[in-house]
């Protein structure tokens, strides 16, 4: 018998407030930047954890691939968009859909297969959209998303709409031909889109040494005329950067951009991926060193915006807007067995 379908409850911001509201001297951000910068990245973090254990437990069945260590590079470029701009990514896109202000409780009950979820429980961690969010989806196809984040800026220009389509795609993907096709078709008809290459170091298991015959991912760009720059993709305010640049290159009609984040993922490719690939001193030297929630936190003390207790209780109401998630996800009904026949187009 299918349990009684939950409430959704409130999934607002933390209301803790940061002591002062002086700039840092860190490309002039606010205090409340900051703040909002580590909140995010902190959510899709605490979220990813939570999702990790629940798979654990056998409540997320096929695959799952999270987004630990990357945060940055969503958060960063969310901040960079504004309202109607879209973006498309691929399976690794829990962190996506919480960037682009998608409810954590539904994202929660697609990955356990839940009617709530944004796919109504039939899309799972890889499949998942709304077009109200401006989110075009997870795709499991390695590089499939790539056309259809160019298609969505063809459709910008034609309307003539000023908006930015974001297409991220990982440096195992930035191999495969329809990216180059993409890219040709994006410069012959400057299309505003921003090609986002989250490089986080070893796509599906082979590190990019190994893969890839150009030590700069961007660079391929010039051959189709596209400029493009790497960017240090574990500081969110370096992003934040590179995204303003290229979304005002997009809008002034010059055509696309491309981004290289250098990232880095902390757990395997996907759960099942015990990762064997690498060290576990490499991963923990990128953790002690370059972690993305910890250089925004140490800015927020630095700086005497936040103190400790203050960072303890933003950690401790995320937690529990994450734990809703879950108590959420698990308590909303599994789809009808009528579903099967729903949204299936001939």
């Given at each position: 018998?299918?349990a ?7 999934t607002?911001k933390?209301?803790?407030k940061?002591?002062?509201?002086p ?25 990813e ?5 629940l798979?654990?437990m056998?409540?997320?069945g096929?695959?799952?691939h ?23 990514t ?17 994202v929660?009950?697609?990955?356990t ?12 961690s890889?499949?998942?959209?709304s ?14 998303q790539?056309p ?7 459709a ?18 930035a191999n ?8 040709n ?6 299309l505003?889109v ?11 298991g ?9 030590p ?33 290159h997009?809008?002034?009609?010059k ?12 757990r ?16 923990q030297?990128?953790?002690a060193e370059?972690?993305p ?5 140490d800015?927020?003390?630095q ?12 950690d401790?109401?995320i937690?529990?807007v994450?734990?809703?998630?879950a108590t959420?996800?698990?308590?909303s009904?599994?789809?009808a067995p009528?579903e ?7």
């Amino acid at each position: 018998m299918a349990a009684k379908k939950a409430t959704r409850k409130s999934t607002a911001k933390p209301t803790t407030k940061p002591k002062t509201k002086p700039k840092t001297a860190r490309s002039n951000t606010s205090s409340e930047e900051l703040l909002d910068y580590f909140r995010r990245m902190l959510l899709i973090r605490r979220f990813e954890e939570k999702a990790g254990q629940l798979y654990g437990m056998g409540l997320i069945g096929g695959f799952c691939h999270l987004y630990i260590g990357q945060e940055a590079v969503v958060v960063g470029l969310q901040s960079s968009s504004k309202p109607g701009d879209q973006r498309v990514t691929s399976y690794r896109d829990h962190g996506h859909m919480l960037a682009a202000g998608m409810d954590p409780n539904r994202v929660m009950a697609e990955l356990t297969g839940r009617e709530d979820g944004y796919s109504k429980g039939k899309g799972g961690s890889m499949h998942m959209f709304s077009k109200e969010a401006n989110f075009y989806g997870g795709h499991g196809i390695v590089a499939a998303q790539v056309p259809i984040g160019a298609g969505l800026a063809f459709a910008n220009k034609y309307r003539g709409n000023d908006h930015v389509s974001f297409a991220y795609f990982g440096d195992g993907a930035a191999n495969q031909g329809q990216v180059y096709e993409s890219f040709n078709m994006a410069s012959l008809w400057q299309l505003p889109v921003v090609f986002v290459i989250e490089n986080n170091q070893y796509a599906m298991g082979t590190a990019m040494r190994r893969s890839t015959s150009t030590p700069d991912i961007y660079h391929r760009g010039n051959a189709f005329g596209i400029p493009g720059e790497g960017v240090d993709g574990m500081d969110v305010l370096a992003v934040k950067a590179a995204g303003d640049k290229a979304v005002a290159h997009c809008r002034a009609g010059k055509g696309p951009y491309i981004l290289e984040m250098k990232t880095y993922r902390y757990r395997g490719h996907s759960m099942s991926d015990p990762a064997k690939y690498r060290s576990r001193e490499e991963v923990q030297k990128v953790r002690a060193e370059k972690d993305p929630i910890d250089h925004v936190r140490d800015l927020l003390l630095q700086g005497k915006h936040m103190t400790e207790e203050g960072l303890k209780e933003i950690d401790k109401e995320i937690k529990s807007v994450v734990n809703d998630s879950a108590t959420f996800a698990q308590s909303s009904p599994e789809p009808a067995p009528s579903e099967l026949w729903t949204d299936v187009y001939a």
